[in-house]
């Protein structure tokens, strides 16, 4: 139980674009969803918390218009890199509250690369 | 100040054997939870083990072991006849009263050598 997937696992796209990321509690409900990102070697960084049916909670430090987080059901949060440009390259990681202790479960991460 | 310190950032051990993975933290909390992740090179986060602030014993999960000790805020994972598989990032996380979010360690690179 307690499977978090993400969608897509790797991604490439033009500067100037913008891309999706779909984070998804399969076998839970997630009321709150957290989104991370990792540069290489490093540890991960909480950029905003997703809650759903209300707006996200930003990390400080995170552009809340370029990083786009919608949380419209219980299963599903999703994070838009709005207008990318290469240094948002990075390894994003979605993760859901869940179980007991409030165990947080991780997806499986979304490498985004930027051209 | 660091919340999550974890000061080595690589370590060897052989196969069989037993290890200790640092991690001091940082909290004038007095609930708070202490999680340890593990990350292998496909990226993804693995939850290995879990200790409340208040747990009156140290985790345990199979072959993981939380070495808790609350007076010195440190919560050391012990992983006892490594396998090659254990081979992976570990990462350190603490999460704080009134704070669902974690707060990440900078992480220890473990390579168990056969």
């Known amino acids: 139980g307690a499977v978090v997937s993400q969608h897509p696992s790797r991604v490439i796209c033009k500067s100037g674009t913008s891309v999706k990321i779909e984070c998804r509690s399969l076998d839970f409900q997630a009321t709150t969803m957290f989104w991370y990102r990792q540069f290489p070697k490093q540890s991960l960084m909480l950029m905003a918390t997703?809650?759903?049916?209300?707006?996200?909670?930003?990390e400080q430090g995170v552009e809340k218009d370029k990083f786009l987080i919608n949380h419209a059901s219980l299963t599903l949060s999703t994070l838009t890199v709005t207008s990318a440009h290469p240094e948002d390259s990075s390894f994003y990681i979605c993760s859901a509250l869940g179980g007991s202790a409030d165990t947080q479960y991780f997806g499986p991460g979304t490498r985004l690369t930027v051209l | 100040a660091q919340k999550i310190t974890q000061t080595q950032p690589g370590m060897f051990v052989q196969e069989k054997e037993a290890v200790t993975l640092d991690c001091t933290y940082d909290?004038?909390?007095?609930?708070?939870?202490l999680f340890w992740y593990k990350q292998p090179s496909s990226g993804e986060m693995i939850f290995l083990i879990y200790q409340g602030s208040y747990d009156q014993q140290n985790a345990t999960e199979g072959r993981y072991s939380l070495n808790f000790q609350k007076a010195r805020k440190s919560a050391n994972l012990v992983i006892s006849a490594s396998q090659l598989g254990d081979s992976a990032m570990y990462f350190c996380?603490?999460?704080?009263?009134?704070?669902?979010?974690?707060?990440f360690g900078s992480g220890t690179r473990l390579q168990v050598q056969p």
């Open positions: 997703s809650n759903e049916g209300s707006k996200a909670t930003y």
């Open positions: 909290t004038s909390d007095p609930s708070y939870g």
């Open positions: 996380a603490m999460r704080e009263a009134g704070r669902r979010a974690l707060t």
